[in-house]
């Protein structure tokens, strides 16, 4: 082939290349918005949880107070917090205004996965990644949460996008190699386990004849990404005992990790059928794809044989390579695992689900047509769709119970709580809070988040704010040192845990000290009594 072939060989593939791009850029973008609309609608349905009180409360501080809040707890967050503060200031604490960037961020993930996948194996399959990342519980949940993970799975995927750009290319130029190892370390600082990206395509290149060549690339990328991430793993370490908590909450166990991970909570509204239909998906792309492999079968599942190869090989490491290393860590070191920690590894899961789908639809065609010649395309495509479908109505009583007014946290009720008071409370009575709980499980949180149900109500516990403090949440006063304050008020609203049979400690010594219970109200998880003192 002479040298004026080879640059018009080299225009025409440059030109096909484009030309599938821009086929692949309108079909992602559409998917993307689909997603966007799927993962908002009711998303502004259940009550704040503790953990999207850690957000509002810290995000709505002066900057001054937020950075001394992350310089001693919460450092892993304080990009996001950052981000929200200018957020909510320009749209609101509402759950509406907190947890659009997440359903932002899902329309950008699942956009990811479709390019992802078309860079992998071709439009088709790309789209029907895209399409299973969409219907994923730990997707769909992700949109509803005002938490970083649907940011950091959406830079996940958009980053893992770039690695099989490089691979795909066989780059050789450095400086693509370094802007990818910035990118992981920039990462890492929305969320500290996204560094472990750079593990899981260390492990996809070393699996690879062609990838191992490029490992010195990959080797000085990581360098780079650890110089960067450096600041943020080292307060992330001084910060450690804050994740202790973890230790005793026993979150490493197979429920966990094979089933609400990806899958999400079938106990919550979902059914079994969701993780089934993914694990059997899962397991059977890899079976087939390896066994095809070993046996040299000319016929592909995807594109060709080097398709079905990278897809198994990029998705296994994406989906076990994070969650063997955060158990290891786990188990051996620190305290490290939490199912939402993992949710940048959905895409993987909806990566070799759709394979699996796929070469489902290939098995049974070829079964078809056996005993009757009917069009091979067609008829692939006809069950694909319907095994599409199935999964997706399957996973719609799951989706609807995570929109539900209670879906947070096993039930939370803080606004509902709030609204009761907000109802009821009269100018001039006071509040008290059970204190008995956890933090972020505490019922005052009810009145850092939804303060206007509050305005008629003093909350003399409230010691010292926690804007005032370089800590998450207020510094509370005992009981017994605000009796004086009470005194005065018409009412007092306690707003209690349930206690299993027992009378809550805080009613206790209000009745013990002259006031009587007038009313009793069980919002869901929490309960308010009305206390009024006895006439003399």
Same mark, same amino acid.
């Given at each position: ?30 998917? *993307? ?49 950052? +981000? ?15 947890? +659009? ?18 860079? =992998? ?5 790309? =789209? ?22 649907? #940011? ?10 770039? +690695? ?18 910035? #990118? ?17 395509? !260390? ?7 062609? !990838?191992?060549?490029?490992? !010195? ?5 990581g360098l780079v990404a650890g110089v960067v991430a450096i600041p943020i793993v080292v307060m992330g370490y001084l910060e450690r005992s804050q994740i202790a908590f973890l230790a005793v909450r026993k979150y490493a166990d197979a429920n966990n990790v094979l089933v609400e991970q990806w899958f999400g909570d079938p106990s919550g509204g979902g059914l079994w059928a969701v993780p089934i239909i993914g694990w059997a998906a899962i397991v059977l792309a890899t079976a087939v794809v390896l ?171 409230? =010691? ?45 010594? =209000?009745?013990?000290? *002259? ?22």
């Amino acid at each position: 082939m002479t040298t004026l072939q080879q640059r018009a060989l080299g225009r025409s593939d440059r030109v096909l290349g484009w030309a599938a791009r821009l086929r692949v850029g309108p079909v992602a973008a559409a998917v *993307g918005a689909v997603a966007l609309l799927v993962g908002w609608l009711g998303s502004w349905n259940p009550s704040y949880w503790g953990d999207e009180a850690a957000t509002v409360m810290s995000a709505q501080r002066p900057l001054v107070e937020l950075f001394a809040e992350v310089g001693k707890v919460d450092a892993v967050h304080a990009l996001y917090y950052l +981000f929200m503060h200018f957020w909510i200031g320009a749209f609101g604490p509402s759950e509406l205004s907190t947890r +659009f960037p997440s359903a932002l961020a899902v329309g950008a993930l699942v956009a990811g996965t479709v390019v992802l996948g078309a860079r =992998l194996a071709g439009l088709r399959y790309g =789209l029907i990644a895209g399409v299973v990342c969409l219907v994923l519980p730990r997707t769909t949940y992700l949109a509803t949460e005002a938490r970083s993970y649907a #940011l950091g799975t959406a830079v996940a995927v958009w980053i893992t996008v770039w +690695f099989v750009g490089l691979i795909r290319r066989r780059e050789q130029r450095l400086r693509p190699w370094l802007i990818y190892g910035v #990118l992981i370390g920039l990462a890492s600082c929305l969320f500290l386990y996204l560094i472990l990206l750079l593990a899981m395509h !260390g492990l996809v290149l070393a699996t690879s004849a062609a !990838g191992r060549r490029q490992l !010195g690339r990959w080797l000085r990328a990581g360098l780079v990404a650890g110089v960067v991430a450096i600041p943020i793993v080292v307060m992330g370490y001084l910060e450690r005992s804050q994740i202790a908590f973890l230790a005793v909450r026993k979150y490493a166990d197979a429920n966990n990790v094979l089933v609400e991970q990806w899958f999400g909570d079938p106990s919550g509204g979902g059914l079994w059928a969701v993780p089934i239909i993914g694990w059997a998906a899962i397991v059977l792309a890899t079976a087939v794809v390896l066994w095809r492999t070993a046996r040299a079968v000319p016929d592909a599942v995807l594109e060709n044989r080097s398709s079905d190869r990278d897809v198994l090989r990029l998705g296994l490491a994406w989906l076990v390579l994070p969650t063997a290393v955060l158990l290891a860590v786990d188990a051996w070191i620190t305290p490290t695992y939490n199912v939402r920690y993992l949710s940048f590894s959905a895409p993987a899961a909806a990566l070799l689900i759709a394979l699996g789908f796929i070469a489902l639809g290939r098995l049974v065609v070829a079964q078809v047509r056996r005993v009757h010649q009917a069009p091979r395309r067609l008829l692939t495509g006809i069950v694909i769709a319907a095994v599409l479908a199935v999964f997706t109505a399957v996973a719609v009583p799951g989706y609807l119970a995570q929109r539900g007014p209670y879906a947070k946290d096993g039930g939370s009720d803080l606004r509902q709580t709030a609204d009761w008071i907000g109802a009821n409370a009269q100018q001039g009575d006071a509040v008290v809070f059970d204190e008995t709980t956890k933090p972020s499980r505490r019922p005052e949180l009810a009145y850092r988040l939804y303060p206007q149900q509050f305005a008629a109500v003093t909350s003399p516990e409230v =010691l010292t704010p926690y804007y005032d403090r370089a800590a998450i949440w207020d510094r509370m006063a005992p009981l017994e040192g605000i009796r004086s304050e009470l005194g005065s008020a018409p009412s007092v609203w306690a707003i209690e845990l349930p206690a299993h049979g027992t009378v809550p400690l805080d009613v206790q010594d =209000l009745t013990a000290h *002259g006031y009587r219970v007038v009313g009793i109200h069980l919002v869901h998880r929490l309960e308010v009594y009305q206390l009024q003192k006895e006439s003399l």
